[in-house]
């Protein structure tokens, strides 16, 4: 019997493929931290490196611009989800609260003061979405996360005035208020939300930087076939540590031509747009934008001579960068429930990102955040995907990938400073070949919508000159996910995963090695149908060790949040 068990726990143990645990994430956006599909280190709310195994290339998926993240924040120069200015569509009120665990639910029954556990953090989250009245609505969101704030606050701190937050006295990551109109029809969906903002951001540098934003004021309007977004930002910098401060007045957006529903079913489908960002700075701003000023047009283009078949391709270009990415998939017909696809991308260009800041200033010496020259990515991959019966079904993914002038650090100087080390430097290249192979596997088990499970793993090679990547990223991962849903109104969702070690090479003097661990998260969530209410507690990265993911970043821990919510 335990010689069965054994293969049966080693069969599982090497299933796998891309999938997503629907563990509820502690904040839209966050949904990184219980994801170990690859490499996913987190820094805080508003700084992690995200690179999903397979995905090719050794930078994390938000240093890289796409059409689908024009709506996503601009972090310096990444692009992120998180703080999330997305209206809620459904009208609804909500609440959300949870702590780091260790803190006060049992602290009060320990006397003895030196055996009562350090003080947690928490996170705090309340909003409203009205529902229509003639069409109009209205939204209200308080909400920020203190998790990942407390190994540096100490330092933070005393950069700024006051508790940089709209409550408590943690110096949370971010603490972000708005409120706004909106008006939804058939014809347009369009809203107007105004607030204010702190927020650290995470540099090049490796400091976090204290923003203000106040007032922050973002349109939307969706219309036909069109999508606009226009952002006004006044960010405020301060550093009261070096007696600095410093303004920044930012208008940045986009205005999107999308395929209408006719075009979609055509063998040529064509979309077109134009982002931009234009800034005013005055006194001391720690990041630069050359002339002030960005625009950037782009093209997407797909055709589709057949249903198997597809090229897509998107093109960006300004007076400063260009950026291409395009791709071809064929879909190969073989048996009704087996499905295989064969396909191959490229991403090339000058910049990952090139609406980004240009540099960033640091003691006096400018950072250069551009490299000469460029980059180039090409991959190809092939897919498989089978349901052996009406319960069981399986799945593969191969993949080789090769990248040439990947983005990299030069590091000239590390400044020690208190505990925390920065540094000094160029962004640059390295101009040779780094190769890659990937292997994925996944076991898929499912009775009606009772149960869903989830057996998956996969590896990565990679060859080249790793002491020269930021990041060694993870080589293997294994996870067990699994959903149930018992009588339609409870569900349990949890995941059982293991991701092997990663390393950061050129944030610090010393590699910082962030050692492979087992994590488990789940979900617990009651819905009340007939009042529209629901109920959801959640537990994040239970049972790994506490360790910090990223320099200069804060101890990942085991959490836990619950959330409630009514529905109009």
């Not at 409203?128 to 109009?136: E, N, S």
Request: aromatic letters at 16%; a negative charge; proline letters at 4%.
């Amino acid at each position: 019997m335990n010689s069965l068990l054994n293969k049966i726990i080693s069969f599982f143990a090497i299933a796998a493929s891309v999938a997503f645990a629907t563990v509820d994430p502690e904040m839209e956006g966050m949904e990184v931290v219980s994801r170990d599909d690859g490499t996913f280190l987190i820094g805080s709310p508003t700084f992690y490196f995200d690179r999903a195994l397979g995905a090719g290339g050794i930078h994390s998926e938000s240093e890289l611009w796409t059409p689908r993240k024009l709506r996503y924040r601009q972090l310096f120069n990444r692009l992120s989800v998180l703080p999330s200015w997305n209206p809620v569509e459904t009208p609804s009120v909500w609440m959300k609260t949870g702590n780091e665990l260790g803190d006060l639910i049992y602290q009060d029954f320990i006397t003895d003061p030196d055996e009562r556990p350090v003080n947690r953090t928490p996170i705090l989250e309340v909003g409203v979405r009205t529902p229509l009245w003639h069409g109009l609505w209205a939204t209200f969101r308080l909400f920020q996360d203190d998790h990942y704030c407390t190994r540096t606050f100490s330092f933070r701190k005393s950069m700024v005035d006051g508790s940089f937050a709209f409550f408590g006295e943690n110096w949370p990551m971010f603490s972000s208020a708005y409120g706004g109109l909106g008006y939804t029809n058939d014809f347009i969906n369009s809203s107007v939300l105004a607030g204010m903002e702190y927020i650290w951001l995470f540099t090049e540098s490796s400091r976090w930087i204290p923003v203000l934003y106040k007032p922050r004021v973002e349109a939307r309007a969706d219309f036909w076939n069109f999508s606009t977004t226009l952002v006004f930002e006044n960010a405020e910098y301060q550093n009261k540590r070096k007696k600095e401060s410093g303004e920044r007045h930012e208008v940045n957006g986009s205005v999107v031509y999308n395929c209408g529903e006719n075009c979609k079913h055509g063998m040529l489908q064509l979309s077109a747009g134009l982002a931009f960002r234009f800034l005013d700075d005055d006194g001391v701003v720690y990041t630069g934008l050359k002339e002030n000023r960005v625009l950037w047009p782009f093209l997407e283009m797909r055709v589709r001579p057949m249903d198997q078949l597809k090229f897509d391709v998107m093109f960006g270009v300004n007076d400063r960068d260009w950026l291409v990415q395009d791709s071809i998939e064929y879909r190969v017909p073989v048996l009704e429930k087996m499905n295989v696809t064969v396909g191959a991308k490229n991403v090339a260009g000058t910049r990952l990102n090139p609406i980004a800041d240009t540099h960033e200033y640091f003691d006096g010496d400018t950072i250069s955040l551009t490299a000469s020259g460029k980059m180039n990515l090409l991959q190809g991959y092939v897919n498989f995907e089978d349901s052996l019966t009406d319960f069981l079904g399986f799945g593969l993914r191969g993949s080789f990938w090769a990248e040439y002038g990947a983005e990299t650090f030069e590091v000239n100087e590390f400044v020690r400073e208190s505990q925390y080390t920065f540094r000094q430097g160029d962004i640059s290249r390295i101009n040779s070949w780094i190769t890659g192979v990937t292997g994925e596997f996944c076991l898929k088990l499912w009775f009606k919508d009772l149960l869903k499970f989830t057996a998956l793993t996969g590896f990565e090679r990679i060859d080249g000159k790793e002491k020269r990547f930021e990041v060694n990223p993870s080589e293997f991962f294994v996870s067990f996910n699994a959903d149930w849903l018992i009588k339609k109104t409870f569900r349990i969702s949890h995941s059982l995963r293991y991701r092997s070690d990663a390393e950061w090479n050129l944030r610090s003097v010393d590699p910082l090695v962030v050692k492979g661990d087992w994590y488990w998260d789940a979900t617990f969530e009651q819905r009340f149908p007939k009042w529209g209410i629901t109920l959801a507690g959640s537990i994040i990265q239970a049972i790994g060790d506490e360790i910090v993911e990223t320099p200069n970043g804060n101890y990942s821990r085991v959490r836990f949040f619950c959330t409630a919510k009514k529905a109009f």
